[in-house]
């Protein structure tokens, strides 16, 4: 079975520019999250979804930041404009349904805003 | 709120050494416990897990943890390291409803030396 995959695998792009980072979840997962992963901060919760709909985005930093899901198998993580220090390792994770279960890690999309 | 220690930000070792990572963990009720291991560029991979039951949980990759309620702890264990056990380790915290919102500890580097 496929894990989580993410794409692009790295993305290097200018300030002001948008930035969409995309999440495939394990089919049949039904919650996911976004995680952003840096040298200051560590791992943070960006934002995560149950059945499609956010439940909780006080992760996300600032406005510029956005994320949808708009079916099971898709979901998108946006930045509008990037700045350089949105610059990081962002993961998505999904997790199946059920209390006694561990999330499960996509590679990562390592993020460059120069 | 949870919240998650590891004290040792790197430690080195030589291969065939023993391995104890320590982890405390802060949470109000009963713990939902895990660590994971993140190789250069790769994802998360989860080693093990703690729901309840048995104290002394094992892993892949020959690695065991133990949780201790009395000092709020999950210290990860390996008998004899392996050169391709070089990575960093996160400890992680969960909610009892659910392995949602998980909170991670800043990782432990782990060099092997041969």
């Known amino acids: 079975d496929a894990g989580v995959i993410q794409s692009p695998r790295h993305e290097v792009t200018e300030m002001g520019q948008e930035v969409t980072l995309r999440c495939k979840p394990i089919?049949?997962?039904?919650?996911l999250f976004w995680y952003r992963q840096t040298m200051m901060r560590g791992l943070e919760l960006l934002i995560y979804?149950?059945?499609?709909?956010?439940?909780?985005d006080s992760g996300m930093p600032e406005d510029r930041f956005s994320a949808k899901m708009p079916n099971a198998s898709f979901s998108t993580l946006k930045i509008q404009p990037s700045e350089p220090r949105d610059s990081a390792v962002y993961f998505c994770?999904?997790?199946?349904?059920?209390?006694?279960?561990?999330?499960?890690f996509g590679d990562g999309t390592r993020l460059s805003i120069l | 709120a949870q919240s998650v220690t590891q004290p040792d930000i790197h430690i080195t070792v030589s291969e065939g050494a023993s391995l104890e990572l320590r982890c405390n963990y802060s949470?109000?009720?009963?713990?939902?416990l895990f660590w994971y291991v993140q190789s250069p560029g790769q994802g998360l991979q989860l080693l093990l897990k703690?729901?309840?039951?048995?104290?002394l949980v094992q892993g892949i990759k020959g690695f065991e943890a133990e949780f201790k309620r009395s000092q709020s702890s999950f210290n990860l264990r390996k008998p004899s390291v392996h050169w391709s056990d070089a990575a960093e380790y996160f400890c992680?915290?969960?909610?009892?409803?659910?392995?949602?919102?998980?909170?991670f500890g800043q990782g432990t580097r782990l060099t092997i030396n041969p």
């Open positions: 994770a999904s997790l199946p349904s059920g209390s006694n279960q561990p999330q499960h």
């Open positions: 089919s049949g997962h039904n919650s």
């Open positions: 979804f149950n059945n499609n709909v956010p439940i909780d």
């Open positions: 949470y109000g009720a009963t713990p939902y």
């Open positions: 703690y729901f309840s039951g048995d104290t």
């Open positions: 992680a915290v969960g909610a009892i409803q659910g392995a949602q919102k998980l909170v």
